[in-house]
Every structure is written in structure tokens, then in C-alpha cells.
């Protein structure tokens, strides 16, 4: 969708969400010598301005990062890449999952990624000169590139759903990549909706059956009056050891604040 930009929502409950556990199972992925390739279909710009006006608009990162900053030990790979990007950019810097990434990753990994608005496209490709990135629809890429080189690595699906048929079309995306990659890392995002209308799409991916996949969401207030999101997911194929434990850890933080 063209007109979705992600700096109005950078750094939300549904980031913290999906970025701590992104960068727990990269950071297990990268203590094995063998490189690895990370790809993602849905890019967005890589860094965000938490002080910016689009932030400032909706505020969704009070509720969100700057909430659950707390959480996390300055060790952990979140926190890395959160100081990484203050480091770089400023403190109202917040790293989107490209840029965590490429903060986690080894200069042996490689990095691919596409994003199809030409205004994020060029913020991102000035944001990280050294990956390859593709100005062009996430799910074609993924389609035409997988399973990469190196064979090795990890995918993040971050639709936005503005569009209503992606939620009938990420279970046949996860499907399809799974038969052509599957010793792939595959993780798909969705937002759990006042209205359910993910609901179907929960279903259907539970009915592909996948071994060893997990779904796992988490529920949060809405970050403001009238706003539809009410809860964050992922579904995980092939997750890496921990990532269990660090999803319940999450869950539980977030329960209990």
C-alpha cells in the first residue's frame, strides 16, 4: 500500500513486540559461524524520529517503547540496537527491523529487502547503502529471490493491511515459501483488531500445520481513543531455540503492566 508510512506508528506496543523478539532469534541465529541471509518485504525507511511530527501526531510510542524500555537489559539485543540508532541519529532515534538487523547481523550475513513507496524506498537505501534493496512488491521479491544465498537465514513478512486481501493471501505466502525454503526462518506479523478481522487469517495459518510453527500474540490498550488495534501477533516457523521463552517472557510483561 502506497500511501502506509510507518513513522506514525514507529515504536508502538506492536513494535516492541514484534522488534524484541526479531532481535532475540537474530542474535541466536548469528552465534553459529555459518553467514546467513535476512530478508524482509515490507521495509519501510529502517529509522524513525520518535521527536518528529508524524510521531507526535499520533503518540503511539509513549504506550509503546516508552513504556517498555524498562523491560529490557542493556545487553539485550533490542536494547543494543535501540542505543546503536540513539547513538547515530539522536535520542529520539527508533530502529525499524532493517535496521536492527543490519546492527545484529556480521558483515558476512546479507541483506535484502524490499519496500515499493519511492519516499521510503530512497530514505531506506540512504539509511543502509550496503543491503540490496528492491523498489518493489515484498511478496514478488520473496517469491523470486527464495530461498537465498546464503540458504541459511531468516524472513520477516510485515504487511501493512490496509489492503484486505493480504489477510487471505499471507497464509498461501507462508505456504508456498515454506515448501520452496524450509529451513528458512519465516515470521509474518499481524495486528490483532477490535474488529477480528484477523481472525480468519489466524485460522487458516494455524490449519497449514506447519511442525514446530508457533503463533504467538499479545493483547495492550488501544494507544488512543477509537484506535482499532488491540493487540499484536506473529507466526513463527522454524523459530530458534529461546525464542519460546523469550516470547512468554514478553507476554508476561506486557500482562502485567
Known amino acids: 500500500m502506497l500511501s502506509y508510512q510507518h513513522a506514525y506508528h514507529a515504536g508502538n506496543a506492536a513494535d516492541v513486540h514484534k522488534h524484541a523478539l526479531l532481535a532475540v532469534a537474530l542474535d541466536y541465529m548469528v552465534q553459529k559461524a555459518k553467514p546467513l541471509s535476512y530478508v524482509e518485504t515490507h521495509a519501510g525507511r529502517a529509522l524513525y524520529d520518535l521527536d518528529g511530527p508524524e510521531a507526535r501526531k499520533t503518540c503511539e510510542a509513549a504506550s509503546g517503547i516508552g513504556r517498555a524500555e524498562a523491560w ?26 532493517p535496521l536492527i538487523a543490519s546492527t545484529l547481523l556480521r558483515p558476512t550475513d546479507r541483506i535484502l529487502l524490499a519496500e515499493r513507496h ?32 546464503p540458504r541459511r537465514g531468516f524472513l520477516l513478512i510485515d504487511p501493512s493491511y490496509e489492503v ?12 508456498e515459501i515454506h515448501r520452496k525454503w524450509p529451513v528458512g ?27 514446530g510453527a508457533v503463533r504467538h500474540e499479545i493483547r495492550f ?12 501477533g506473529l507466526y513463527v516457523v522454524n523459530p530458534p531455540w529461546g ?4 516470547a512468554a517472557e514478553l507476554a508476561a510483561r506486557f500482562t502485567s503492566a
Open 243 to 246: 525464542w519460546d521463552a523469550a
Open 72 to 97: 529490557f537489559a542493556p545487553d539485550h539485543p533490542y536494547a543494543r540496537a535501540l542505543a546503536s540508532a540513539r547513538a547515530c541519529a539522536g535520542s529520539g532515534a527508533y530502529p525499524g527491523s
Open 185 to 211: 526462518v519465516l515470521m509474518l506479523w499481524y495486528p490483532v483488531l477490535r474488529s477480528g478481522a484477523e481472525e480468519p487469517m489466524a485460522a487458516a495459518l494455524d490449519r497449514l500445520e506447519i511442525e
Open 164 to 175: 484486505k486481501d493480504e489477510f487471505t493471501a499471507m497464509p498461501k505466502l507462508i505456504a
Open 118 to 149: 519511492p519516499a521510503e524506498c530512497a530514505a531506506l537505501r540512504a539509511t543502509l547503502p550496503k543491503a540490496q534493496i528492491f523498489a518493489e512488491d515484498g511478496p514478488a521479491m520473496a517469491r523470486r529471490l527464495l530461498p537465498p544465498d
Open 221 to 232: 490498550p488501544p494507544a488512543r481513543p477509537g484506535h482499532g488495534m488491540m493487540g499484536s
